[in-house]
């Protein structure tokens, strides 16, 4: 808490001690309170007005984000927009958000920071981005000549550095330019007639990471839609657009699985490929007996 002049200060007196200083950088979102900052811009979460933001800026309030969300890839939508305990979500995908935020750790890189830790990955749409410390990207910004960072449909990314020692390792991904990925097709799942028992799920497996990369456990679990054993099953689910995708429906009690019939394809499973973007439904009637 205080000044800038007080955090310049506190870099030179932990440099001089041979310290170290990290930035610890909230990008996704902004505060919940209101008031004056002790540099003097005012701020107020509930009518979205800040010194460098306006209302543009953030995502319309879609409701609390939930543990629910952040483990189910169907809510990955919830997860990116939506508020976490109630802070206003930045719209980091729109370029003057994404101009604050590069002013905003170039003016902490002037003032000496050794580096960032910025948060978080979950918060973000799956696809493979470009590692801008160390990395050059093409003219289109499709071609990374450096390090990629994966995030995957669960909002989890993966990251290899090398030793630290005289030279600490870093890495800092740019929200706004995926160089490759990202873009998703939300699928709604349909089953009527699955038959299941009490205490079986219905699941989507496949041969992608949302559902399960064949794991029956891993899979995309439906939602009953009333009740019975007949009673129809549905989600939704975002998946990579324009991707083949192969599945099965399974019957899931937690510690073993009960799999449909094969199909009439060359694989034995159903197939199809998934849109280039928007939405798409499979109404896949019955489960395969």
Aim: aromatic share 6%; glycine share 14%; with cysteine.
């Amino acid at each position: 808490m205080g000044t800038p002049g007080d955090l310049q200060r506190m870099i030179g007196t932990c440099h001089d001690a041979g310290v170290r200083v990290f930035a610890d950088v909230v990008v996704n979102r902004m505060a919940t309170d209101a008031g004056i900052a002790a540099d003097g811009p005012p701020s107020n979460a509930v009518t979205l007005t800040d010194h460098y933001f306006s209302a543009n800026d953030f995502h319309t309030d879609g409701g609390p984000i939930s543990d629910a969300d952040c483990t189910s890839p169907a809510r990955r939508g919830e997860v990116m927009h939506c508020r976490l305990e109630g802070m206003p979500d930045l719209a980091v995908e729109r370029s003057h958000v994404q101009g604050q935020v590069a002013n905003h750790l170039c003016r902490l890189l002037e003032m000496g920071v050794d580096g960032f830790r910025i948060d978080a990955a979950k918060h973000m749409p799956a696809g493979t981005y470009c590692n801008v410390i160390d990395a050059t990207r093409d003219a289109n910004g499709r071609t990374c000549g450096g390090t990629r960072v994966v995030v995957d449909v669960h909002g989890q990314g993966d990251i290899a550095v090398p030793a630290g020692g005289a030279n600490v390792p870093a890495v800092a991904i740019d929200t706004g330019q995926p160089i490759g990925g990202g873009a998703t097709c939300t699928l709604t799942f349909i089953v009527t007639g699955a038959g299941t028992a009490w205490g079986q799920s219905l699941y989507v497996v496949g041969n992608q990471a949302g559902v399960g990369n064949w794991s029956a456990g891993n899979g995309f679990a439906l939602t009953i839609r009333g009740t019975g054993a007949d009673a129809p099953w549905s989600d939704r689910i975002s998946l990579p657009a324009a991707t083949a995708v192969q599945y099965k429906h399974a019957k899931w009690d937690g510690t073993g699985a009960v799999w449909e019939c094969d199909q009439a394809s060359a694989s034995g499973h159903r197939e199809f490929t998934s849109c280039a973007s928007g939405a798409q439904a499979r109404a896949d009637g019955p489960f395969a007996r």
